[in-house]
């Protein structure tokens, strides 16, 4: 039965973003085009303000690493804002009236509720996805947070950081919908955990079959990886190859796909709802005629 | 695209069996050839958005700044806010007369 109400999601889901994929299309690019920008001008900035910069890498390092995870995180905000404006744009296709969306609509989104989506984004991927990339633990200096994945107890672990991640998406994904119907915060992460609570195996169901195609493989990929641990001249290019191709398919169809789905599942569950901007809004003009 | 935050007055049916334009202005915007085409499927039928771009093959962006002009002059409104098995909502627009004339006078 489940299953019936996934399959549906992502019918309903690939069918709209196939009618409205230059918006989606544009809003994407421009998310790329601002976040390569960005780094680019602070990077400008800096140079313009100490022009050794480049040659006293060496000598200010660690000085120079901060700013470079300051410079790199200021991207990702505004990419990821940008990102989630298409939950805007997903709104407009399937509660607005008009069944269509224009690349622009998300600009007016992105003024709204910018600094929501930051929280959002930060409450449900900030755990969950440095977990699930799972590149955190190994990065030079945490050598030894998690067990390397060569050893059964590595990979028990990561599998059970990988469910831990999946769970917490699902539990606040809805909100990115929510903020976009209700408008406000506090009340978007109510209204996603109601949606959990009210609907859990259509939630699972649905965010399941996303992360089996958009997440899994390369989970996967580097689970491999990391057991076989080839030499990087002999996995380097198909590393490359296999990460290129499955990035601009997350990029360029999971992503919209997440922002319909989010939106799909919404409308879709009956749970107690708050009021809906577009309700207050009638509702007040009603008591004052 | 913001969500329109008036539509039950707009969705009450003002349809009326004859309307003459008369102002030279509003008489312009419907000698517009995408708005003359657009009106004379409404006169017909309620449409929504997805429907007159397939009939008439015009960018829906396009259509729905003609629906919203076209709109502002009384030529057509909201006839009806449906929602699909998908719960998607879809606003159907109506042309708000079944005939319309156009008079005008030189002189």
């Known amino acids: 039965m489940e299953m019936n109400g996934t399959r549906r999601d992502f019918r309903e889901s690939w069918k709209l973003l196939k009618s409205n994929y230059r918006a989606f299309l544009g809003i994407e690019l421009f998310a ?81 509720h910018w600094w929501k989506y930051i929280l959002i984004t930060f409450l449900m991927g900030g755990l969950g996805l440095s977990i699930n990339a799972g590149g955190l633990p190994r990065q030079p200096g945490f050598p030894d947070y998690f067990p390397s994945p060569d050893t059964p107890l590595g990979i028990f672990i990561m599998l059970v950081a990988f469910v831990i991640g999946f769970l917490w998406h699902c539990l606040f994904v809805q909100s990115l919908a929510s ?111 | 695209m913001e969500e329109d935050p008036n539509p039950p007055s707009q969705t009450t049916n003002n349809r009326r069996d004859k309307l003459v334009l008369t102002d030279p202005k509003v008489i312009r915007i419907v000698l517009h050839e995408q708005k003359l085409q657009i009106l004379n499927i409404l006169l017909h039928d309620m449409k929504n958005i997805q429907d007159l771009r397939d009939i008439t093959q015009i960018n829906p962006g396009t259509i729905k700044r003609n629906l919203d002009e076209l709109m502002e002059h009384g030529l057509v409104y909201i006839a009806a806010i449906k929602k699909s098995d998908y719960n998607i909502t879809m606003k159907y627009y109506r042309a708000t007369a079944n005939h319309i004339d156009i008079s005008f006078n030189l002189g």
């Open chain 1, 179 to 289: 903020i976009n119907a209700q408008g406000s915060f506090i009340r978007s992460i109510r209204e996603s955990y109601r949606i959990f609570r009210a609907n859990p195996k259509r939630v699972l169901s649905t965010w399941g079959l996303y992360y089996l195609i958009f997440f899994f493989p390369s989970f996967l990929f580097e689970l491999i990886l990391g057991i076989l641990n080839p030499s990087l001249e002999e996995s380097g290019f198909i590393m490359g190859i296999f990460f290129l191709i499955y990035a601009l398919i997350v990029i360029f169809i999971g992503l919209p796909m997440h922002a319909l789905l989010v939106t799909g599942l919404y409308n879709n569950i009956e749970f107690q709802r708050f009021p809906t901007k577009v309700e207050l809004v009638r509702k007040q003009s009603g008591e004052t005629e």
């Open chain 1, 32 to 112: 790329i085009g601002a976040f390569l920008l960005t780094i680019l001008a602070l990077f400008a900035i800096q140079f313009a303000l100490d022009p050794n910069f480049v040659f006293t890498f060496s000598s200010g390092m660690i000085q120079s690493m901060h700013y470079r995870v300051v410079i790199i995180a200021i991207g990702f905000m505004l990419l990821t804002t940008f990102i989630n404006c298409q939950t805007g744009l997903a709104y407009d296709v399937m509660s607005s009236g008009e069944m269509f969306t224009e690349f622009r609509s998300a600009f007016s989104y992105f003024r709204q």
